[in-house]
């Protein structure tokens, strides 16, 4: 594998360091969009065992993965940037995600997965419908609600009315 360039600038050097994060701010704001919606997902699930690739959002029950896109790194039609600096190996990286990109739909829609990109430039509440969307329509007869909490809350009464009578 090629070494990375040192970063040639400090724009690129922050990019550099933001891919290799997890729950970017883009990530955050459409996790926070999709609880407002009254959705439950997983984060960082890998849809098909064994293949390395990793959703940020994903819906097992229902099938959608959701991959939240960054601008720069996923070739942006819109603000994706080609550095001038090391422009051979920054084009060869960006086109290498992208195939990857395309390759890891492929085979997730083989395995029946729906899977939703969402550029980190979108509106967080925008793709969060689309997200909801397809989510619902893919999702089977929601399972009944579990009373733990009610339970639990029950529980706790008793222990406050023992401590009373004692
Ligand atoms: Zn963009």
Known sequence: MKVVPKPSS???????QRTAQRDTPPELALRSALHRLGL???????????????????????RVAVFVDGCFWHGCPLHGTWPKANAEWWRAKIESNRARD????RRLKAAGWTVVRVW????PEEAAKRVA??????????????????????????????????
Not at 10 to 16: N, T
Not at 43 to 60: K, S, W
Not at 102 to 105: E, K, R, S, V, Y
């Open 40 to 62: 439950r997902f997983r984060v960082h699930v890998r849809p098909i065992r064994g293949l390395l690739r990793q959703a940020d959002v994903a819906f097992p029950s229902a």
């Open 133 to 166: 969307g397809l989510v619902g329509s893919a999702r089977d007869v929601p399972a009944p609600r579990r009373g733990s909490s009610r339970r639990s809350g029950a529980r706790r009464n008793r222990r406050v009315s023992a401590r009373k009578d004692r």
């Open 102 to 105: 395309a390759d890891t739909d």
């Open 120 to 123: 980190e430039h979108e509106d």
């Open 10 to 16: 400090e724009a690129v050097r922050v990019r550099m």
